[in-house]
């Protein structure tokens, strides 16, 4: 039984990821980007470890877990020869010692706090954590990240840290009504990190601009991101 459950589940995965692999072509056209140059991370939720590996089998060769709990549970079973993990979800100071040495790339930084215990963590275990920082792009209260105009004086006192690598950054924009008002908010994600960009601080890398999943991705694109992070769209809707 549970075998012909994953089976239906590997085609209906297949087809998506042939799918989303052709949105994200033509939106990267239209930014005038190669499709290589957008990273596609499967944001893995949820999703049984059956049903990820399938999906590593498949090609995916980034993943972005939310929870720690969770991860650590899956963790063991990944295929990770061919495939990296990230850590994507909002994350408390004390279960940062759980997760670094094993994920690539933490993109939900949003205190100094939260930074200074991946860099103590990091240097304990001999290792360099790369980070995104999270910004609140529509400044909701409800929301992890840190607030625009707090931007560069954060990432100025998050770059002095030992043994973390600032690589970008990231957001989630808020619920819009419509599609103007959402780019409105890609496209001022795109020019902070342009202009950190041009600052050429040292200890900063802006590599990744990770924004856009299931609902916005092809819009989020073409205002500029070059990492999707895409769950429901891929795995089919969260139970
Ligand atoms: C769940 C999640 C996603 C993917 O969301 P979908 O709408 O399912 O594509 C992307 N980013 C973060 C941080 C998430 O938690």
Redesign the pocket.
Known sequence: MTENLFTDRFAIFDENYKKITERIALAADKAGKQIDEITLLA?T?TVPVEMINHAIDSGIKHI?E?RVQEMMDKYDDFHKDECDIQF??QLQSNKVKYIVGKVSQI??VDSIKLAKEISRISKRENVTTKILVEVNIGKEESKGGVMPEALFEFIDEARSLENISINGLMA?PPICEDESELRRYFLAMREYYVDIMGKKLDNISMNVLSMG???DFDIAIECGANMV?????LFGR?A
């Not at 992070?229 to 769209?233: A, F, N, Q, T, V």
């Open positions: 944001a939720k972005g939310n994507i979800g993109q939900s989630i999943m299931s609902d992070r895409i769950g429901s769209s969260r």
